[in-house]
Structures are given as structure tokens and as C-alpha cells.
């Protein structure tokens, strides 16, 4: 027997599912990407390196100074101007230090045309606002055998207002001096200088590495006359590749690790 549906029945059904319905969530927007903070633009980018140029003549002893002093232009924030500041100091204690200590030994009265002293600086690199310099200096008292010659690096960290040392640029115990001045010392001793007479000149001291650069070939270890060879041979570089310091290197500047 056929059960009929009748139009109050139908209407009956549709109530009751319309009551039994379950509402669906609303669509929610999409959340906005978190976006990363930008990076920092490197102050170095706002300045550019000059020279300041320095001379000096006197007759009574006879001496002449020359010098150039590197100056950062086109910013004068802080740290630019501390940079500066060194950078002057610097030059101009070498300059007091000549006048006060060197030519008490020239002769007198002088027997040549006099004392000398000139100053001269390269920029070895800089990478991002790591600036490294390297301070050339020769100097001649009047009557010596020869001129002295010597080097003063230095290796600035714009962004942070200050000079950094050889340590802070590698890990902690990592016997990063151990690992140079045997790269140094295989190097030196392919050399036809003389070497093994003065190896202890590139012993694993802090003392024998002072003068060190960050250039784009490496690490650069300057050795100065006498330190590793005799005068003859004169002043001695080393660069370490990259890859030879890989692991040992640990220094953030403008955010970016100082890759070996």
C-alpha cells in the first residue's frame, strides 16, 4: 500500500530540516604575511674615504714630514666622526714620536740633507661598514746607515664606533694564533729570506701578529723588517686563503657573518 504524501506533510519536513540546518563559519580573511625586518642600511654607504694631507719642513735640526690621514666624508654621525678622530690621532702621534724620539739621534751638525719621516696608508678592504687599513711608515734620522720602516693596521667597525682586535674575529679557544703562524711559518720558510733565524719572529703570540688585514684575498699578516728576516729581505706578507681559516672565523658586522 502506497503511503500519500500530502502538501501539509511536506511542509511539515521542511520545518523540521530547516531547524536541524547547521550553520558553516563565516570565511575569515587570510592572515597578512609576517614581513621580516629590512636590513639596516650600512653607514658606509652614506660616506666616502679621503686623505688629508700633512707636511712639515724645518731647518734647525733639518727634518721634513709627510703624511696622509684617511677621512670618512659625507656623514658626520658619531661613529663617523670617532673614526676620524683615530685616524687623526694616530698619524699625529707617529708624527710627535718622531719629532721627540728619532731625531735626537740624527747628527749634529747634520751631515746629509736631514731627518725624514713620511706617513702613507692603503685601504686592504672593506666589507660592508668593516673598514681595514694599513698604515705604511718610513722614517730616516740624519746620518743612519739606511731608513726603518714599519707598518700599523687597523680594522674598524663602523657600524659599532670601534677598532677591532685579531680575537674577535674568531671563536672563543678555538687557538686560532696556533692555526695562523703555522700557515705563516710553512710559508716564510719557502721563502729564500733567512728564515730559520728568526722563526720565533712567527711564533703563536699575540705580539707577533698585531698587524693583520682583512683583504679580499684573505687574511693578511704583516711582518715587519727584522720580525722574520733580516733588513735585506725587508717587511714580509703572508695571506691566508679564505678556505684555510674556514670554521675558525665568529664575526657579525651590519648583520652579515665575516666569511673565510
Given at each position: ?12 519536513l521542511?520545518?523540521?530540516l ?18 621580516q625586518?629590512?636590513?639596516?642600511e650600512?653607514i ?5 674615504l679621503?686623505?688629508?694631507?700633512f ?5 734647525a735640526?733639518?727634518?721634513t714630514v ?5 677621512n ?10 670617532a ?16 719629532k721627540?724620539?728619532?731625531?735626537q ?19 686592504i ?13 718610513m ?15 687597523v ?10 682586535t685579531?680575537?674577535?674575529?674568531f ?7 696556533q692555526k ?5 711559518k ?18 703563536p ?7 693583520w688585514n682583512?683583504s ?9 723588517e ?5 733588513y ?5 706578507v703572508v ?14 658586522e ?7
Amino acid at each position: 500500500m502506497k503511503t500519500k504524501i500530502t502538501l501539509p506533510l511536506i511542509l511539515i519536513l521542511l520545518a523540521a530540516l530547516a531547524c536541524n540546518t547547521q550553520a558553516f563559519p563565516a570565511p575569515q580573511p587570510t592572515a597578512a604575511p609576517t614581513l621580516q625586518p629590512t636590513q639596516t642600511e650600512a653607514i658606509s654607504e652614506s660616506v666616502t674615504l679621503t686623505s688629508i694631507p700633512f707636511n712639515e719642513e724645518n731647518e734647525a735640526p733639518p727634518f721634513t714630514v709627510t703624511a696622509q690621514t684617511p677621512n670618512l666624508i659625507g656623514n658626520e654621525e658619531p661613529r663617523v666622526l670617532a673614526f676620524n678622530n683615530k685616524m687623526t690621532a694616530l698619524v699625529q702621534s707617529e708624527i710627535e714620536s718622531f719629532k721627540s724620539d728619532v731625531l735626537q739621534y740624527a747628527s749634529t751638525p747634520p751631515i746629509s740633507a736631514g731627518s725624514s719621516l713620511d706617513i702613507q696608508y692603503s685601504l686592504i678592504g672593506q666589507r660592508g661598514d668593516f673598514w681595514s687599513i694599513k698604515f705604511e711608515i718610513m722614517g730616516y734620522a740624519d746620518g743612519a746607515a739606511h731608513p726603518y720602516h714599519y707598518s700599523i693596521t687597523v680594522n674598524y667597525d663602523l657600524e659599532k664606533g670601534k677598532e677591532i682586535t685579531l680575537d674577535e674575529i674568531f671563536l672563543p679557544n678555538s687557538n686560532y694564533l696556533q692555526k695562523i703562524s703555522e700557515l705563516c711559518k710553512a710559508e716564510l720558510a719557502a721563502r729564500d729570506i733567512g728564515f730559520e733565524g728568526f722563526s720565533q719572529g712567527a711564533d703563536p703570540l699575540p705580539e707577533n701578529y698585531q698587524r693583520w688585514n682583512v683583504s679580499d684575498q684573505g687574511l693578511m699578516i704583516t711582518f715587519d723588517e727584522y720580525q722574520v728576516a733580516a733588513y735585506a729581505a725587508g717587511p714580509q706578507v703572508v695571506v691566508i686563503p679564505f678556505g684555510e681559516l674556514g670554521g675558525l672565523v665568529d664575526y657579525t658586522e651590519s648583520g652579515h657573518k665575516l666569511r673565510f
